[in-house]
T-cell receptor, first 114, second 115 residues
Framework: AQSVTQLGSHVSVSEGALVLLRCNYSSSVPPYLFWYVQYPNQGLQLLLKYTSAATLVKGINGFEAEFKKSETSFHLTKPSAHMSDAAEYFC????????????FGKGTKLSVKP | GAGVSQSPSNKVTEKGKDVELRCDPISGHTALYWYRQSLGQGLEFLIY????????KSGLPSDRFSAERTGGSVSTLTIQRTQQEDSAVYLCASSSGTSVQETQYFGPGTRLLVL
């Protein structure tokens, strides 16, 4: 069975500081990994996805994530936080052989202080 | 272009009543998913439709939950005899194919409150 664990339900950073949101996965087969963002009262929007091509994946809004098989991690980073980045972020996995339904982590709420 | 739409955006119902939630996927998308987002459980997969194939109902929490997809487009999620623990945001997503690499596009959700 596949699963993802997001460390830290709440993360707070200052505007301009590095954003690091952690995600570890568990999968017995090569995983496909996703990061979604949810702004208040909105649906989920894809930030980026890893599908076994480059291990460093660049997404929208300046976010990127690196797939590290040895650490079973797919952490999300952004060099400089902006106030508009305040939202909830979800890591998800979809593995080989599945019909594509995503298994989500519990989410990390990011706050950005001025 | 138009994204995934869901209706109603909010629904308040009394315990024991039935509710129907609607999802309009992106035109041409063959795959449709329902998820539930609740405080205690996070985001959970409920059911998956792909074209005319039988749906994957493996995530439905009880037999009070059912869903159908008419004409390969609009989907309705029905909850019978609602319980307070059914209170959650119900999210619908669609994608253009069956590959696990396909991006799922989410609607804004229906917020259900069972009193």
């Amino acid at each position: 069975a596949q699963s993802v664990t997001q460390l830290g339900s709440h993360v707070s950073v200052s505007e301009g500081a590095l954003v690091l949101l952690r995600c570890n996965y568990s999968s017995s087969v090569p995983p496909y990994l996703f990061w979604y963002v949810q702004y208040p009262n909105q649906g989920l929007q894809l930030l980026l996805k890893y599908t076994s091509a480059a291990t460093l994946v660049k997404g929208i809004n300046g976010f990127e994530a690196e797939f590290k098989k040895s650490e079973t991690s797919f952490h999300l980073t952004k060099p400089s936080a902006h106030m508009s980045d305040a939202a909830e972020y979800f890591c998800a996995v979809s593995a080989w052989g599945s019909q594509g339904n995503l298994i989500f982590g519990k989410g990390t709420k990011l706050s950005v202080k001025p | 272009g138009a994204g995934v739409s869901q209706s109603p955006s909010n629904k308040v119902t009394e315990k024991g009543k039935d509710v129907e939630l609607r999802c309009d996927p992106i035109s041409g998308h063959t795959a449709l998913y329902w998820y539930r987002q609740s405080l205690g459980q996070g985001l959970e997969f409920l059911i998956y439709f792909q074209g005319n194939s039988a749906p994957d109902k493996s995530g439905l929490p009880s037999d009070r939950f059912s869903a159908e997809r008419t004409g390969g487009s609009v989907s309705t999620l029905t909850i019978q005899r609602t319980q307070q623990e059914d209170s959650a945001v119900y999210l619908c997503a669609s994608s253009s194919g069956t590959s696990v690499q396909e991006t799922q596009y989410f609607g804004p959700g229906t917020r259900l409150l069972v009193l």
